[in-house]
């Protein structure tokens, strides 16, 4: 019998001073932050403290890790040569996908109780911060149903399904299952924000269509359905295109996935529509004006997801800071330590006051109240998603070396903090869109005026900084100068929601550090803000 050599490396030394393993964690118990933002956007808040003690288990975080650790694999043909077109997954993606699914991820705003969408976009927030790779297929069945209004035959068919609850990975014709996702495919080769250069020919066959062409981006190629786009005779039209016909595979085929820099867990391929069965959805030419329900409601979920990255990130640098000592001092006890985390903190609850305050309106019906959710969106999107990398990124740094190793998620959410800056909209798209939303719908600019105007007269600075914009920008800017609008706009509505749902410390920071001239270009370069009462909420 082989004798185990004896592991010398760990007879030399007791480990020391390294924080211990998290173990379980209660995702909406320990956070403050979300239980006062959820409260105020009228979130159901039983359902998310249930959800938040589930997914951040231990068992999920180690899904998570698998999940990302093991690639998706595309499986085109079978040993025959015949082709398959499916992906496999490790098994932790599909218990992430049961579990966000089950708990009613994308079902919850369509069930009719209130607050639904703001509920929906708390659950966004807190399986980003277990797994982020999972939320792109249940965000995008959650999207689907609102665009597929357009056509009831289709809505009765495919919405009972996308919004059971019940998940059902397996590759078979959408009669068979009890529950379907859906996915999306618009981005082609020669253009990706610009759809209208489409190439994709869709020709009549019956009462259905043929589709022809290429998508080159088609994340969750094993959802049941996708919404895409192509050229009809009468112009740019919204089509599904099942992935099975009764019984057979319907002609989309994967190419290949894409080696992504992260959201490894989730696929993303390019493929192909040979002459695939599809279902027009709206009115043939309107396809921009039908999918774009669909984009609206994606958009929510790309504005939510930087702040629950941005708060896994946080709240693994505040655990070892707690549980590590450098210089005999605890970390979490130097001031400088204090300064870095308290100052990213802001950015971090920022992001969720704002987004959960988007949420909010989601849940509203009214016209003025649908077109402000429009601008509010993508004012969320575009700062949440500019500060994110950047958090992450100290945030890392927080941890010294082990920030930058496989062993703790910080490179897992690094490599994901990008990305919703890019899809749905990318972020000079999103600010021309801003721009065309205040032009096109005055009354989403008469809410936004009042919810900004809420909070006057409460923090000079505040009232300062909004009276500085309004002189710069008298009317909407130029192209060249829609970053700076947004940025202004996006901060000064995210200050304006921290001073009505935000504690003391955390709004007079936020004013005194993002609007009134406060801090540094870099993290943590921040005059006197109270860090106590900031870091309570880590
Ligand atoms: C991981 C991943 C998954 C994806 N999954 C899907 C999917 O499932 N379905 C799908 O349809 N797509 C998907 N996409 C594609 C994504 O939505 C597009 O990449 C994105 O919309 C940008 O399009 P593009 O890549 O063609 O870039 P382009 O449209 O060429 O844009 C390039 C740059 O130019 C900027 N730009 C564009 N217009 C203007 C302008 N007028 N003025 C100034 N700047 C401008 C953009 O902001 C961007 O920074 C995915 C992308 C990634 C990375």
């Given at each position: ?63 998570g890790?698998?999940a990302n650790?093991?690639?998706p ?20 993606y599909?218990?992430l ?30 399986t980003s911060?277990?797994e982020p790779g999972v939320c792109c297929p ?81 994340s969750a ?39 992504k820099?992260g959201n490894r867990a989730n696929a993303s ?143 897992l959410?690094?490599?994901e903090?990008?990305l ?119």
């Amino acid at each position: 019998m082989s004798q185990v050599p004896p592991r010398e490396d760990l007879l030399t030394h007791d480990v020391a001073n390294q924080p211990p393993a998290r173990g379980d964690v209660d995702l909406w118990a320990d956070d403050p932050a979300l239980r006062d933002h959820a409260g105020a956007a009228g979130a159901d808040t039983d359902h998310l403290a249930r959800y938040g003690a589930q997914i951040g288990t231990a068992q999920m975080q180690e899904a998570g890790r698998l999940a990302n650790r093991h690639d998706p694999e595309a499986v085109l043909f079978d040993a025959g040569g015949r082709r398959l077109d499916e992906v496999h997954f490790h098994p932790a993606y599909h218990d992430l996908m049961r579990a966000g699914i089950g708990a009613g991820y994308a079902a919850l705003p369509w069930e009719g109780a209130s607050g639904g969408h703001a509920s929906h976009a708390a659950m966004v927030y807190l399986t980003s911060q277990v797994e982020p790779g999972v939320c792109c297929p249940m965000t995008m069945t959650y999207a689907a149903v609102p665009a597929l209004q357009a056509e009831p035959g289709l809505f009765e068919a495919w919405v009972p399904k996308l919004t059971s609850r019940a998940y059902d990975g397996a590759a078979k014709p959408l009669a068979r299952k009890p529950g379907a996702t859906m996915g999306m495919a618009m981005t082609e080769k020669q253009g990706g924000s610009d759809v209208r250069s489409n190439t994709t020919q869709a020709s009549p066959d019956g009462e259905a269509w043929r589709l022809r062409g290429h998508k080159w981006f088609c994340s969750a190629p094993m959802s049941d359905g996708f919404l895409t786009l192509a050229q009809a005779p009468g112009g740019l039209t919204c089509f599904l295109v099942p992935r099975w016909l009764e019984g057979e595979r319907n002609a989309v085929r994967i190419q290949r996935l894409k080696d992504k820099l992260g959201n490894r867990a989730n696929a993303s391929a390019e493929i192909e529509y040979a002459d695939a069965l599809a279902w027009r959805v709206g009115e043939e030419g309107a396809g921009v004006r039908t999918i774009i329900e669909m984009v609206h409601h994606t958009r929510l979920d790309t504005a939510m997801a930087p702040a629950g990255l941005m708060r896994a990130a946080l709240s693994h640098a505040a655990h070892w800071a707690r549980h590590r000592t450098a210089f005999q001092t605890q970390l979490i006890d130097q001031p400088l330590m204090q300064a870095v985390l308290a100052d990213l903190a802001l950015d971090w609850e920022g992001t969720l006051a704002l987004g959960m305050h988007v949420g909010g309106y989601f849940d509203r019906k009214g016209e003025a109240e649908r077109a402000y959710a429009r601008l509010s969106v993508a004012l969320a999107k575009f700062l949440g998603n500019k500060l994110c990398p950047a958090l992450v990124c100290e945030a890392m740094e927080c941890l010294g070396g082990m920030g930058y190793v496989e062993d703790t998620p910080l490179p897992l959410l690094y490599r994901e903090a990008p990305l919703n800056a890019i899809w749905e909209g990318s972020g000079n798209v999103i600010c021309l869109d801003i721009l065309r939303t205040l032009r096109r719908e005055p009354l989403a600019g008469e809410v936004l005026s009042r919810e900004l105007g809420a909070v006057a007269g409460q923090y000079r600075r505040y009232d300062a900084a909004l009276s500085a914009h309004m002189q710069r920008f008298p009317r909407l800017p130029d192209e060249a100068q829609a970053r700076w609008y947004a940025e202004s706009l996006a901060s000064l509505l995210t200050a304006s929601v921290l001073i009505r749902t935000a504690p003391l410390a955390v709004a007079e920071a936020y004013v005194a550090t993002r609007l009134g001239g406060e801090r540094g270009r870099v993290p943590g370069a921040v005059g006197a803000i109270d860090m106590g009462g900031i870091l309570s909420r880590l």
